[in-house]
């Protein structure tokens, strides 16, 4: 295996495992998971939201510390997180748009 393959397979690795986190969290909410637990919609949601979050966070450590192979991992986790971070502005204006829009 070559030093580029363990590169892409790192980042890879490093995307899969924030993504199969947060969509982990998105099936959990849809199937009310942890409702034995007491949990609602907004333990998912500041779940998901520490889940991003946090990726970006570890990813951008991972990045700056961690020998080569380790640092392409780093991005794919920066990545994930980012688009995790995306996808909640992206429901926060939504929702806020559906609210300001709401005719009673």
């Known amino acids: 295996m070559t030093e580029i393959d363990r590169g892409r397979l790192a980042a890879l690795a490093g995307f899969a495992t924030t993504a199969v986190l947060l969509v982990l969290t998105v099936v959990a909410f849809l199937n009310d998971a942890m409702d034995s637990f ?33 640092r392409s991992a780093g991005t794919g986790m920066v990545l994930a997180g980012t688009v995790g971070v995306v996808v909640v502005i992206t429901l926060v204006i939504v929702f806020m748009w ?7």
């Open 98 to 104: 559906a609210l300001s829009n709401l005719s009673v």
């Open 38 to 70: 007491g949990w609602q919609g907004g333990e998912y949601a500041y779940s998901f939201i520490w889940i991003a979050l946090g990726s970006a966070v570890a990813g951008l450590v991972v990045k700056v510390a961690a020998p080569a192979p380790w």
